[in-house]
């Protein structure tokens, strides 16, 4: 297994909390508008559907920051050996109630333990803007040293400068989290520091939900 600890953000607890409160909210959210869908939005499903294929055959697919499991079960649909982890356990309930079939674990992407190049591929879909800028650089290690060689990353993250603090979400429900934002090209530099090379990047401009995005793709080719 790794033997690359990775340090825990201060406020893991606080966020941990925050999307517990949402998780109800938000997934009534996916069912009910189709936000947070990917088969809603031509663009970004088409960036996972060129992710499973790059990774199919290479081995288990971790997505992690699964929330309540709407890609895990795509993926799982598409037949890839996937499973997802969440750090908010009541995300975790619903993902198993939505998807009985899918395998889902509690953990933070900070506490994951991953033996060097065991996996074919790796998600961090919208799900790793919330860790400090001087931690997410130690996950996308973590993560590049978990993928074969061939194996993909593909991860999606919120375009801006600086930090946005969160103090409600989701139909006025009191949270407090982080938002860190960055420029497109810093976080291409973040990810092939990581070890990984870039196979494609799609920048999304704001929306009527949400504000500008980037989509990365990265392979592992050593």
Same mark, same amino acid.
């Given at each position: 297994? @790794?033997?690359?600890? =990775?340090?825990?953000?201060?406020? !893991?607890?606080?966020?941990?909390?925050?999307? &517990?409160?949402?998780?109800?909210?938000?997934?009534?959210?996916?069912? /009910?508008? +189709? =936000?947070?869908?990917?088969?809603?939005?031509?663009?970004?499903?088409?960036?996972?559907?060129?992710?499973?294929?790059?990774? @199919? +055959?290479?081995?288990?697919?971790?997505?992690?920051?699964?929330?309540?499991?709407?890609?895990?079960?795509?993926?799982?649909?598409? +037949?890839?050996?996937?499973?997802?982890?969440?750090?908010?356990?009541?995300?975790?309930?619903?993902?198993?109630?939505?998807?009985?079939?899918?395998?889902?674990?509690?953990?933070?992407?900070?506490? !994951?333990?991953?033996?060097?190049?065991?996996?074919?591929?790796?998600?961090?879909? $919208?799900?790793?803007?919330?860790?400090?800028?001087?931690?997410?650089?130690?996950?996308?290690?973590?993560?590049?040293?978990?993928?074969?060689?061939?194996?993909?990353?593909?991860?999606? /993250?919120?375009?801006?400068?600086?930090?946005?603090?969160?103090?409600?979400?989701?139909?006025?429900?009191?949270?407090?989290?982080?938002?860190?934002? $960055?420029?497109?090209?810093?976080?291409?530099?973040?990810?092939?520091?990581? +070890?990984? &090379?870039?196979?494609?990047?799609?920048?999304?401009?704001?929306?009527?939900?949400?504000?500008?995005?980037?989509?990365?793709?990265?392979?592992?080719?050593?």
């Amino acid at each position: 297994m @790794s033997t690359h600890p =990775i340090d825990r953000p201060a406020d !893991l607890d606080v966020v941990r909390d925050s999307y &517990d409160r949402v998780a109800d909210n938000y997934v009534d959210m996916v069912l /009910t508008t +189709g =936000i947070g869908d990917i088969r809603t939005v031509p663009w970004l499903k088409a960036s996972i559907d060129a992710f499973a294929d790059s990774v @199919s +055959g290479l081995g288990p697919v971790l997505d992690v920051g699964c929330g309540p499991g709407t890609v895990t079960a795509y993926l799982a649909e598409r +037949g890839l050996d996937v499973s997802g982890v969440d750090l908010s356990p009541r995300m975790i309930e619903n993902a198993r109630r939505l998807y009985p079939a899918c395998r889902f674990d509690v953990a933070s992407a900070t506490d !994951l333990r991953l033996a060097e190049e065991s996996l074919g591929g790796v998600l961090g879909w $919208w799900s790793l803007f919330n860790l400090p800028r001087d931690v997410l650089p130690q996950v996308l290690a973590h993560f590049a040293r978990a993928l074969k060689p061939g194996g993909h990353f593909i991860t999606a /993250t919120h375009v801006g400068d600086g930090d946005r603090v969160r103090t409600e979400a989701y139909g006025g429900v009191p949270v407090r989290w982080t938002t860190h934002r $960055w420029r497109p090209e810093e976080f291409v530099a973040l990810i092939e520091a990581a +070890g990984l &090379d870039t196979v494609a990047e799609l920048r999304l401009p704001a929306d009527e939900s949400t504000g500008p995005g980037v989509v990365v793709m990265a392979r592992r080719n050593r």
